[in-house]
């Protein structure tokens, strides 16, 4: 029989295959924000895969040199489509200086590959929170395209920023093992919130095909 | 090593803990947006609400205006032709008789011809007075000017009027809303204000017209002016609207 976990766990990991399809179906169809957001979903997917394989079949020690990939993907994908929701020029300008400082980060203490940066993955997240909490604010008045998936996005990055800001405290101390798997499993939890408003979103707005006037 | 074990144990229920309340805070910021968002709709709602409502009155006193006018042309037509047109067709009727002196028919005769150019003369009057022919004929100054005329010839008020308007400043359809302002506020003049005194000014400068009219009446609230729809006023209102005008109406508060 297995445990409520273990089932949150295999839900996360098979759906988030299942959500970049889901939204492929629309990619012609649909804006650019909406591509951009199918992109997010679809390097999700691959690195989920990757932190798999990396374990059982390549059988390397550690798949935390994929957290790199993930924040960093994420922080760059996530902004653009910002830069398409609020329309704000400035966010390439933060996203260049985000990119030249992590550059600066890897190239000082090459090491760092193969631990937690902390700090780059709170500064991601939280300039991700920032925008996301500005456009709630901006969809205030009226309707506006991707507010289910900007409550996801604002909701899992704010509250998982701690988890991931503390990695390297859960793995450098000698830390219960029923710690860390306490903190994964909060983090699981909060992504499988953050994937049912993802496909809350594609279900009430892109289930059915837009019609794209001649 | 105990104390060291607790030491990190405190910790960890700390970062628990911080997890949290990020996640209380981040539900409770989501809920704030929501709740606000409904708030702003609701708001929205309630001033298209209140513009449709208004919208509604805006109709409910041109249906009236327009029953008035009916009401009004109705009674023209009954005073003015039908009840004249009767006594014509009865002198005819008496003309048809076969004992009827020649000096007789003579006599109905003429009464039929005078009573026939008052109805034609009446309703010259009617049609002059639902639409101004000068007007499309010759534009607004000549249309006022004629307007004028016609109140000084009943030599009941002393009019005063100063007419400078630029021919063709306005478009035909903005004109006859000026010609018909100028013609309610001077029927206002008649019917109720027992006035000895009036003055009309009409001014284009530039891309500005101006519009003045005063008499020296007994004065009116302004409340239940506002209050009675359908009449004259709410008509001057809805055409200054419409012509994007401004418009300022003072009166003396009304005396006991």
Redesign the interface.
Same mark, same amino acid.
């Given at each position: 029989m297995e445990t409520f976990e273990e089932v949150i766990s295999l839900i996360t990991y098979y759906f988030s295959f299942i959500y970049p399809l889901l939204y492929l179906k629309g990619f012609v169809s649909n804006g650019k924000a909406f591509k951009i957001f199918t992109i997010y979903l679809l390097v999700i997917s691959v690195i989920q895969l990757f932190s798999k394989l990396v374990i059982k079949v390549w059988e390397l020690d550690s798949n935390l040199f994929l957290s790199h990939y993930y924040f960093i993907f994420q922080f760059v994908l996530l902004s653009l489509f910002y830069v398409q929701l609020l329309r704000f020029k400035w966010i390439y300008y933060v996203l260049g200086l985000v990119m030249v400082f992590l550059a600066y980060q890897y190239i000082n203490d090459p090491s760092l590959y193969f631990r937690y940066n902390a700090i780059g993955m709170f500064l991601t997240h939280v300039l991700i929170v920032a925008y996301a909490?500005v456009y #709630?604010?901006k969809?205030? /008045?009226g309707k506006k395209e991707f507010t289910i998936v900007n409550?996801g996005i604002?909701?899992y990055l704010?509250?998982s920023?701690?988890?991931f800001a503390?990695g390297n #405290?859960v793995f450098n101390? /000698?830390?219960p093992e029923s710690?860390s798997a306490?903190?994964i499993y909060?983090n699981k939890f909060?992504f499988f919130v953050f994937q049912i408003l993802i496909f809350t979103e594609w279900y009430r707005n892109y289930r059915k095909r837009k019609v794209i006037p001649k | 090593m105990e104390a060291i074990v607790g030491q990190e144990n405190q910790m960890l229920t700390l970062i628990v803990l911080a997890i949290g309340l990020m996640l209380l805070m981040s539900l409770a910021i989501v809920l704030f947006f929501y709740f606000s968002r409904r708030r702003v709709i609701k708001a929205e709602l309630d001033k298209a609400n209140l513009e449709i409502d208004h919208q509604k009155e805006m109709l409910q006193s041109i249906i009236i205006t327009q029953e008035e006018e009916r009401k009004r042309i109705a009674q023209d037509l009954h005073d003015a032709i039908s009840s004249k047109l009767n006594v014509v067709s009865l002198n005819a009727n008496i003309l048809g008789e076969k004992d009827i002196t020649s000096v007789e028919a003579n006599k109905i005769g003429e009464s039929i011809y005078k009573v026939t150019s008052t109805v034609l003369e009446n309703s010259r009057r009617i049609a002059h007075d639902l639409l101004p022919p000068t007007l499309e004929k010759f534009g607004l100054q000549a249309a006022l000017e004629e307007l004028c005329e016609e109140l000084i010839e009943t030599q009941k008020f002393n009019l005063t009027y100063e007419l400078n308007y630029t021919l063709g400043f306005l478009e035909s359809n903005a004109e006859l809303h000026v010609f018909r302002i100028v013609q309610e506020l001077m029927n206002n003049t008649i019917k109720h204000s027992e006035a000895n005194d009036l003055n009309l000014s009409v001014n284009t400068e530039e891309n500005l017209l101006s519009l003045q009219y005063q008499d020296d009446g007994k004065g009116f609230e302004m409340e239940s002016m506002r209050a009675a729809k359908g009449l004259g006023m709410s008509g001057i209102e809805h055409r200054a609207i419409i012509l994007e005008a401004d418009l300022t109406i003072q009166a003396l508060e009304m005396e006991y």
């Open positions: 909490l #709630l604010y969809s205030l /008045d409550i604002f909701i704010l509250s920023s701690l988890i503390s #405290l101390i /000698d830390v710690f306490l903190l909060i909060l | -």
